[in-house]
């Protein structure tokens, strides 16, 4: 075939297809590939958190299906194919990876994460080659990759959303969605291979067959035989004796190869007496939750030292030097600004024989405090609030109460009048937390939704007043009350911004369940329903429903829990302070919502720490 010399070349082997996707089958068809179909039994169950990259997962999971695969058919089929292809295909929003939904619910999760965003298609490709050596031993070898695609789905509605999931189309669809069939219509642009979103990259297959079996001078197994692969058919050879062993082929399959960190590594070869090698990778990750607790208070430490103030400039400063700005030991100071740079937020540089220290990209970004996404007033609410919190909580989960007192020293009745502005450096302290939180997230919020229709809006507990000025300027036909308790309002000039119009966000005190609500075409409720039981949820909504006419709009900003209460973990490890709120899942608050006769629910989920959900009133 002209138009195919590489697809020619396999003319003659044994070529396995390692998937059941009838897509993948028509794609490899349609070019005129000979193949058997051999669904592969690898369970897809490979822990997502141990993967840096979403395409690492895919990749790993392609090749132990295609493995999988490759070492049952001599033993089953009682045949050896020459060529096994294996590929997976994941979506990655948000750092998170999508595979297919498990249910209606699932598949709205995901679609509802999509809509309106540019999310990531990888598919990852493993072709396993096989070689007969002597007559009971085949060795492996195995040549991976990927290829990504960039997608941007339009917005979508609620009732787009469901006709969607009611059609069937997207159960068995990575993602939710398949954009060969109705889920085309989902689509705004695919910024790459079309055929890697329908789940096989056909052009980025070709060019690795092409690299295989036109190699010039020695053979295309003799290149696959790099030091690396050499390590991979040692890995294979092992998984063999398993069989030899009397090992099941399910045990494994289950068994990861491929670590997070790229690195071949051997399998978690489970011994004949049924003990576990230990596995590096799930090792690191015990690790790293262990040591967690010392990096988070290096950073704690460093912000209060205000180290990253220091080191701003592209020269540096030595550890003799930070350590007299900061009236330190050297010899600690240094023992802390190596750990910093361990965890990549500070660089070493070499300035005339002296070695100096500057911030990485990142910390200059948002560790500096005067930066303009400056989180410091939030990790010094970290350090100064939560720590201590985080140190009882053993007492916490024992006792069922928050423990404020264990760890302050003093009763807590009400969070905000108690914690937070019971002294005006604490008051200031929390404050600057919130404004920090608000800048750094505030802008995904404003944009989340279009809010055309609205002109005055009413951010209640809108604190420094940071997440009213990102919605003028998302909208700058927008006017925003801020409505907070007294006592902050009164502190709320310290944060103004510099230039700033000031006829469009003004202050307003007053307490939320007792005093008049301002009048408002759009209510914002940013990071203020979790702080509150379901009771006094519902109180506020009430109130708000009552003054709202037909058409107003409520948005609320929170970290929205997963359906199945599992994720994000940031949400579920703040709650293990509070005192009273609850974090919810976007469902939970869509309901409450509804109650209060706030229903067309739009949500968007956002990469940054706040999703956005927004509903209008009946
Ligand atoms: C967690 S902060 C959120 C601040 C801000 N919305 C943001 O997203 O950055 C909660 C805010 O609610 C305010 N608040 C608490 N109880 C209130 C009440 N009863 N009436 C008005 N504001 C209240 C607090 O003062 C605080 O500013």
Same mark, same amino acid.
């Given at each position: 075939?002209?138009?195919?010399?590489?697809?020619?070349?396999?003319?003659?082997?044994?070529?396995?297809?390692?998937?059941?996707?009838?897509?993948?089958?028509?794609?490899?068809? %349609?070019?005129?590939?000979?193949?058997?179909?051999?669904?592969?039994?690898?369970?897809?169950?490979?822990?997502?958190?141990?993967?840096?990259?979403?395409?690492?997962? #895919?990749?790993?999971? #392609?090749?132990?299906?295609?493995?999988?695969?490759?070492?049952?058919?001599?033993?089953?089929?009682?045949?050896?194919?020459?060529?096994?292809? &294996?590929?997976?295909?994941?979506?990655?929003?948000?750092?998170?990876?999508?595979?297919?939904? /498990?249910?209606?619910?699932?598949?709205?999760?995901?679609?509802?994460?999509?809509?309106?965003?540019?999310?990531?298609?990888?598919?990852?490709?493993?072709?396993?080659?096989?070689?007969?050596?002597?007559?009971?031993?085949?060795?492996?070898?195995?040549?991976? *990759?990927?290829?990504?695609?960039?997608? $941007?789905?339009?917005?979508?509605?609620?009732?787009? =959303?469901?006709?969607?999931?009611?059609? @069937?189309?997207?159960?068995?669809?990575? @993602?939710?969605? &398949?954009?060969?069939?109705?889920?085309?219509?989902?689509?705004?642009?695919?910024?790459?291979?079309?055929?890697?979103?329908?789940?096989?990259?056909?052009?980025?297959?070709?060019?690795?067959?092409?690299?295989? +079996?036109?190699?010039?001078?020695?053979?295309?197994?003799?290149?696959?035989?790099?030091?690396?692969?050499?390590?991979?058919?040692?890995?294979?050879?092992?998984?063999?004796?398993?069989?030899? %062993?009397?090992?099941?082929?399910?045990?494994?399959?289950?068994?990861?190869?491929?670590?997070?960190?790229?690195?071949?590594?051997?399998?978690?070869? /489970?011994?004949?007496?049924?003990?576990?090698?230990?596995?590096?990778?799930?090792?690191?990750?015990?690790?790293?939750?262990?040591?967690? *607790? $010392?990096?988070?208070?290096?950073?704690?430490?460093?912000?209060? =030292?205000?180290?990253?103030?220091?080191?701003?400039?592209?020269?540096? =400063?030595?550890?003799?030097?930070?350590?007299?700005?900061?009236?330190?030991?050297?010899?600690?100071?240094?023992?802390?600004?190596?750990?910093?740079?361990?965890?990549?937020?500070?660089?070493?540089? $070499?300035?005339?024989?002296?070695?100096?220290?500057? %911030?990485?990209?990142?910390?200059?970004?948002?560790?500096?405090?005067?930066?303009?996404?400056?989180?410091?007033?939030?990790?010094?609410?970290? %350090?100064?609030?939560?720590?201590?919190? *985080?140190?009882?909580?053993?007492? #916490?989960?024992?006792?069922?109460?928050?423990?404020?007192?264990?760890?302050?020293?003093?009763?807590?009745?009400?969070?905000?009048?108690?914690? +937070? +502005?019971?002294?005006?450096?604490?008051?200031?302290?929390?404050?600057?937390?919130?404004?920090?939180?608000?800048? /750094?997230? &505030?802008?995904?919020?404003?944009?989340?939704?279009?809010?055309?229709?609205?002109?005055?809006?009413?951010?209640? @507990?809108?604190?420094?007043?940071?997440?009213?000025?990102?919605?003028?300027?998302?909208?700058?036909?927008?006017?925003?009350?801020?409505?907070?308790?007294?006592?902050?309002?009164?502190?709320?000039?310290?944060? +103004?911004?510099?230039?700033?119009?000031?006829?469009?966000?003004?202050?307003?005190?007053?307490?939320? *369940?007792?005093?008049? =609500?301002?009048?408002?075409?759009?209510?914002?409720?940013?990071?203020?329903?979790?702080?509150?039981?379901?009771?006094?949820?519902?109180?506020?909504?009430?109130?708000?429903?009552?003054?709202?006419?037909?058409?107003?709009?409520?948005?609320?900003?929170?970290?929205?829990?997963?359906?199945?209460?599992?994720?994000?973990?940031? #949400?579920?490890?703040?709650?293990?302070?509070?005192?009273?709120?609850?974090?919810?899942?976007?469902?939970?608050?869509?309901?409450?919502?509804?109650?209060?006769?706030?229903?067309?629910?739009?949500?968007?989920?956002?990469?940054?720490?706040?999703?956005?959900?927004?509903?209008?009133?009946?």
């Amino acid at each position: 075939m002209v138009l195919n010399p590489v697809i020619s070349k396999l003319t003659g082997k044994l070529v396995v297809l390692a998937s059941a996707s009838p897509r993948r089958l028509e794609i490899l068809t %349609n070019v005129g590939l000979k193949f058997e179909v051999v669904p592969s039994w690898f369970k897809e169950t490979l822990d997502k958190t141990l993967f840096k990259k979403p395409y690492e997962y #895919a990749v790993e999971t #392609a090749k132990q299906k295609a493995l999988e695969v490759a070492k049952r058919m001599p033993y089953k089929h009682l045949k050896t194919p020459d060529i096994v292809i &294996g590929a997976d295909t994941v979506v990655a929003v948000d750092g998170l990876i999508l595979e297919k939904p /498990v249910d209606k619910q699932d598949a709205y999760r995901m679609l509802s994460r999509l809509s309106g965003k540019e999310h990531s298609v990888f598919t990852g490709v493993a072709i396993v080659l096989c070689q007969e050596q002597e007559a009971t031993e085949i060795e492996y070898s195995v040549v991976e *990759f990927y290829e990504e695609t960039k997608v $941007k789905f339009a917005d979508l509605s609620e009732e787009m =959303l469901w006709e969607y999931i009611h059609s @069937g189309e997207p159960m068995d669809k990575a @993602g939710g969605y &398949g954009i060969q069939a109705l889920g085309g219509m989902l689509v705004e642009y695919v910024h790459g291979d079309f055929l890697n979103v329908v789940g096989f990259p056909l052009n980025h297959f070709c060019k690795r067959l092409g690299e295989l +079996y036109n190699t010039p001078s020695e053979t295309s197994a003799q290149s696959i035989k790099s030091e690396s692969s050499k390590e991979q058919w040692t890995l294979v050879n092992e998984l063999s004796k398993c069989v030899e %062993n009397g090992e099941t082929e399910d045990s494994i399959s289950a068994v990861p190869a491929l670590t997070s960190r790229g690195a071949l590594q051997k399998p978690n070869l /489970v011994e004949p007496q049924g003990r576990l090698h230990h596995s590096p990778d799930s090792l690191h990750r015990i690790i790293d939750l262990m040591d967690g *607790f $010392k990096a988070s208070k290096s950073l704690f430490a460093a912000s209060k =030292l205000k180290v990253f103030d220091l080191l701003t400039s592209a020269e540096g =400063l030595s550890a003799e030097e930070v350590a007299g700005k900061i009236v330190a030991a050297v010899e600690s100071t240094e023992r802390l600004l190596d750990a910093l740079v361990s965890l990549g937020l500070l660089k070493k540089v $070499k300035h005339k024989d002296i070695i100096a220290y500057r %911030n990485t990209e990142q910390a200059q970004r948002y560790l500096v405090s005067s930066s303009e996404l400056s989180l410091h007033g939030y990790i010094i609410h970290c %350090n100064d609030h939560v720590w201590p919190l *985080f140190t009882h909580l053993e007492h #916490a989960v024992q006792e069922g109460a928050s423990q404020y007192e264990r760890a302050f020293g003093k009763r807590l009745d009400d969070l905000f009048q108690d914690a +937070y +502005y019971e002294s005006k450096e604490r008051k200031l302290r929390f404050m600057n937390a919130m404004h920090s939180i608000a800048k /750094v997230t &505030g802008r995904d919020v404003a944009s989340a939704f279009d809010l055309s229709r609205f002109k005055t809006a009413c951010d209640l @507990g809108g604190c420094t007043g940071a997440m009213a000025y990102e919605f003028t300027k998302a909208h700058p036909g927008l006017t925003v009350t801020v409505f907070d308790l007294p006592a902050v309002i009164e502190m709320s000039s310290h944060f +103004y911004p510099e230039q700033q119009d000031s006829n469009q966000v003004t202050f307003l005190a007053g307490d939320f *369940f007792k005093d008049d =609500l301002p009048k408002a075409d759009l209510y914002i409720l940013a990071r203020i329903l979790h702080d509150w039981s379901d009771e006094k949820v519902n109180e506020l909504l009430s109130r708000l429903s009552a003054i709202c006419s037909p058409g107003c709009g409520l948005l609320v900003a929170e970290i929205f829990l997963d359906e199945e209460r599992s994720g994000p973990s940031r #949400a579920l490890l703040q709650a293990l302070s509070m005192s009273v709120g609850k974090q919810r899942s976007a469902t939970e608050y869509s309901l409450l919502m509804k109650k209060h006769h706030f229903s067309q629910t739009r949500i968007k989920h956002n990469s940054n720490f706040l999703d956005a959900l927004l509903c209008i009133k009946e």
